[in-house]
C-alpha cells in the first residue's frame, strides 16, 4: 500500500481555511531586523513577482534568470488573459463561482482549499496589475473590460489585446527593477540552476552554471524558491520556448522533492498545425478567439478529402455543409468547453477523416459569422496581433474577404490543431507552497497545486502571480520563523563541495561520450515516442511500450551522444544535453503516473476508461489522491506516495458542459 502525505491545509470549511492560516501567521517582518537571504529561480510572473516582493518585504534576494532579461521568460507567451472574479459585467460571477469553475474544469483532481485560496486573491492581483501600469483593454466608459475563456459562462477575462502576459510581466519585471536598483534583489541573468544543496535536511543554497562562461557557482541562503515552469517540452514540439526544461525541478525530484500528478499534461486546441518535420516549436494561438471565432469541419467526408488533397478550399462550403461539432456536441458551452473537452474532440473528428489540411491533422477556426456581425474593426481590435501572427507564419490573413454564397460573405478561416501546452503536474508542495523538503518552495507552473487535471483557460497567469505576490511573501515566513536564528552558512561547507562535483562530474560524462547523434536527433526522437504513447490517447499497451522505447533510446543518449565544443564559454548544445537527460527522466515519470491511474480525468486519458459518448470516465472511489512520486535512483521505478483528496464545499459529479 502506498504511503500517505499530508498537505498542512488548516481545518474547518474551505472559505475559513485561509482566513484562519492568515489569522495565525507569524510574521517574520525582516526589514532592518534581519539579514535573511532567499534565492529564487526563476523571472517568469512567478519568479518575479515573488523576488519583487520579497525584495520588497526587506529580504535580501538572489534572483537567477536564464534569458539575457526577464523581459524575456516565457510568461510573454501567454496572450490570452488573467481570470478575477470582480464580476465587472454583471452577469453572476462570484469567488464562489470562480473557484467552483476551477475545481469542475480540473475535473475534481485539484485540491479544493488551494483553488479557494487562489480566487480569493484574485481580485487583489487586478488591483496591483493597475497600480503598476498594466494596459488592460478597457470599455468605452472607461470599466476594465472582460471575455470569456474556456469552461466559464461568465466574462471575468481580464486582458490587453492578444499580449497580456507580455504586459503582466512588464508590470512585474519594474517591481523587479525597483528592488534591483534598492538593492535588495540581486539579479543574475543567463545563469541556470543544475542542482540544490541540502544542508542537515533542509534546501540551503544552489550550485548554478554561467552560461556565458560555463562555470559553476554556488550561491547560499536561508531558503529556496523554484519558479522554473514545466515540462512540457518533454514532447520535443510545444507552445513552450525552446529554452523552457525542467532541470531545476527534476534535480529537486532526485532530492528527495515529490512530484505530484506529472500525468496532468494539458493539450491546447488551438495551436498551429504541424507543419513537416523541420520544426523545432509550435506556435499558440490564443483562447480567446473561441470567444468569437466558431470551430468546424465539413459535414461530408468527400468535402474533407477534397479539402486534404488541395482542390478545396474551406471558404467554398457553405454554411449547411459545416460541423460546428463543439456546438452541436456541447450545446450549453460551444466553443468554450474546456481545453481537454476541446482537444479531444478535434482528434476525434480528425481521426473519422474529417481533417481539413493536407495531413488530416486540422480543423477551422473561422470568424466570419463574428466579423459579418461586429464588424472587421472591432475583432482587429480584439485580437489584431494575433491576426498578423497567423498571417506572418501561414500568409493567410483570416480577416480577408474570400467568397460570397447566396449574399453572405466567408472569411479565410485559420486552421488549428491540438498541441502540448501546459503541464498541471508539478513538484508536490503543501499549503505553504513548500516541497517535502523542508526549506524548497516551489511557485507558478512548477509546482501541481491548483490545476487538478486540466488548467482553465486564463488561470496561469492567475497562479503564477496570485503565488509571487500573494501567497509565497507570507507562507514562506512561517517557515523563516523558526530559522530567523540560522546566520547564513558558507558555500565552502562539504554539502556544496560534494554538489558541485557531481555537476562536474555530470557535465564531463555528457562532454566524453563523444558519440555519433546530435541532442536534437535524440530529442526529436523521445518527442515522438511521447506523442505517440503518452500523449492525447494512452492505453496500458501503449504505455508499457512508450516506457520500453524511452529505456532503449535514454541507452542511445547515454552512449552515443555527440556534443560538439567544450565546457569552458558558452555551449548550447551542452546545455540542451543537460535539458535533454532530465526530459528522460520527466519522460518516464508521466508514463508511470499515466500507467497507475486506471481512469480517464482531465489531461489525462486512458481509452480503456471512457463513456459511451467518448468522455472521460473517472475513478473516484479508487483514485481520488494526488499522485506523488519519490526518487528511487536512475533506471528504477519511482516509489508512489498518495495525498488523498478532501472535498468539502463541492460535491464531487461528472462533468457536464452539455447543458
Request: aromatic residues 10%; proline residues 3%.
Amino acid at each position: 500500500m502506498a504511503k500517505v502525505i499530508d498537505s498542512k491545509i488548516p481545518a474547518g470549511p474551505v472559505p475559513e481555511k485561509w482566513k484562519e492560516y492568515k489569522a495565525h501567521q507569524r510574521l517574520v517582518n525582516p526589514k532592518n531586523k534581519l539579514k535573511l537571504d532567499v534565492i529564487v529561480v526563476g523571472t517568469g510572473l512567478a519568479g518575479a513577482s515573488a523576488a519583487a516582493s520579497l525584495g520588497e518585504m526587506g529580504f535580501n534576494v538572489i534572483n537567477l534568470c536564464i534569458q539575457d532579461s526577464p523581459r524575456r521568460a516565457h510568461s510573454i507567451a501567454a496572450q490570452g488573459g488573467i481570470n478575477a472574479a470582480k464580476c465587472y459585467q454583471n452577469d453572476g460571477d462570484s469567488i464562489y463561482r470562480l473557484f467552483y469553475d476551477t475545481v469542475k474544469g480540473g475535473d475534481y483532481r485539484a485540491r479544493e482549499a488551494n483553488v479557494y485560496r487562489l480566487a480569493e486573491v484574485s481580485n487583489n492581483i487586478i488591483d496591483q496589475c493597475v497600480a503598476q501600469g498594466v494596459p488592460f483593454a478597457r470599455e468605452y466608459g472607461g470599466m476594465l473590460a472582460n471575455r470569456s475563456f474556456g469552461g466559464a459562462q461568465v466574462s471575468r477575462t481580464f486582458y490587453a489585446k492578444g499580449q497580456t502576459g507580455q504586459q503582466l510581466l512588464l508590470g512585474a519585471y519594474s517591481s523587479l527593477s525597483c528592488q534591483v536598483n534598492a538593492g535588495k534583489v540581486k539579479l543574475y541573468t543567463r545563469y541556470e540552476m543544475e542542482d540544490v544543496v541540502i544542508v542537515d535536511g533542509r534546501a540551503r543554497g544552489i550550485i548554478a552554471k554561467n552560461l556565458v562562461t560555463g562555470k559553476l557557482e554556488r550561491f547560499s541562503a536561508n531558503a529556496v524558491v523554484i519558479a522554473t515552469g514545466g515540462y512540457g517540452n518533454t514532447y520535443f514540439l510545444s507552445t513552450n520556448a525552446m529554452g523552457c526544461n525542467c532541470t531545476a525541478a527534476v534535480q529537486c525530484y532526485r532530492k528527495g522533492a515529490y512530484f505530484a500528478n506529472p500525468s496532468y499534461v494539458q493539450i491546447h486546441p488551438t495551436c498551429i498545425p504541424v507543419h513537416g518535420d523541420k520544426q523545432s516549436k509550435l506556435t499558440l494561438m490564443s483562447e480567446s478567439l473561441r470567444n468569437d471565432g466558431r470551430i468546424w469541419v465539413p459535414k461530408k467526408l468527400e468535402d474533407a478529402k477534397a479539402l486534404q488533397a488541395g482542390t478545396k478550399q474551406g471558404w467554398e462550403i457553405p454554411e449547411e455543409d459545416r460541423d460546428y461539432y463543439l456546438e452541436r456536441r456541447y450545446p450549453a458551452f460551444g466553443n468554450l468547453v474546456p481545453r481537454d473537452v476541446a482537444s479531444r474532440a478535434a482528434k476525434e473528428r480528425c481521426d473519422k477523416g474529417f481533417g481539413v489540411n493536407n495531413t488530416g491533422l486540422a480543423v477551422f477556426l473561422d470568424f466570419s459569422e463574428s466579423i459579418n456581425r461586429l464588424g472587421l474593426d472591432v475583432i482587429m481590435q480584439r485580437y489584431g496581433n494575433l491576426f498578423e501572427m497567423y498571417e506572418e507564419i501561414t500568409d493567410v490573413f483570416p480577416g480577408d474577404v474570400a467568397n460570397e454564397i447566396n449574399g453572405v460573405k466567408y472569411y479565410k478561416p485559420m486552421m488549428i490543431y491540438p498541441a502540448i501546452h501546459y503541464t498541471m503536474g508539478g513538484i508536490w508542495v503543501d499549503y505553504e507552497l513548500q516541497t517535502s523538503i523542508p526549506g524548497l518552495f516551489a511557485i507558478g507552473e512548477c509546482n501541481f497545486s491548483d490545476h487538478g487535471a486540466n488548467r482553465l483557460g486564463a488561470s496561469a497567469l492567475m497562479q503564477g502571480l496570485a503565488d509571487g505576490y500573494f501567497v509565497l511573501p507570507y507562507t514562506i515566513q512561517n517557515y523563516l520563523a523558526d530559522q530567523s536564528i540560522w546566520g547564513k552558512i558558507s558555500t565552502d561547507r562539504p554539502e556544496f563541495e560534494e554538489a558541485e562535483k557531481a555537476v562536474n562530474a555530470e557535465i564531463d560524462r555528457l562532454m566524453n561520450i563523444k558519440g555519433k547523434r546530435s541532442v536534437d536527433s535524440i530529442h526529436k526522437e523521445l518527442g515522438h515516442i511521447m506523442w505517440e504513447y503518452v500523449g492525447m490517447g494512452r492505453t496500458a499497451e501503449g504505455l508499457k511500450e512508450g516506457l520500453k522505447k524511452m529505456h532503449e533510446l535514454e541507452k542511445e543518449f547515454d552512449t552515443n551522444l555527440f556534443v560538439p565544443g567544450s565546457k569552458e564559454g558558452l555551449n548550447i548544445e551542452l546545455d540542451k544535453a543537460i535539458h535533454l537527460r532530465d526530459f528522460f527522466t520527466m519522460g518516464q515519470l508521466v508514463a508511470f503516473d499515466a500507467l497507475s491511474r486506471n481512469e480517464s480525468c482531465g489531461g489525462h486519458f486512458r481509452e480503456e476508461y471512457q463513456t459511451e459518448e467518448g468522455e472521460a470516465k473517472r475513478d473516484d472511489e479508487n483514485y481520488f489522491y494526488v499522485g506523488c512520486w519519490e526518487y528511487k535512483g536512475k533506471g528504477n521505478e519511482p516509489e508512489l506516495i498518495k495525498e488523498p483528496l478532501e472535498y468539502e464545499a463541492i460535491k464531487v459529479q461528472t462533468r457536464n458542459y452539455k447543458n
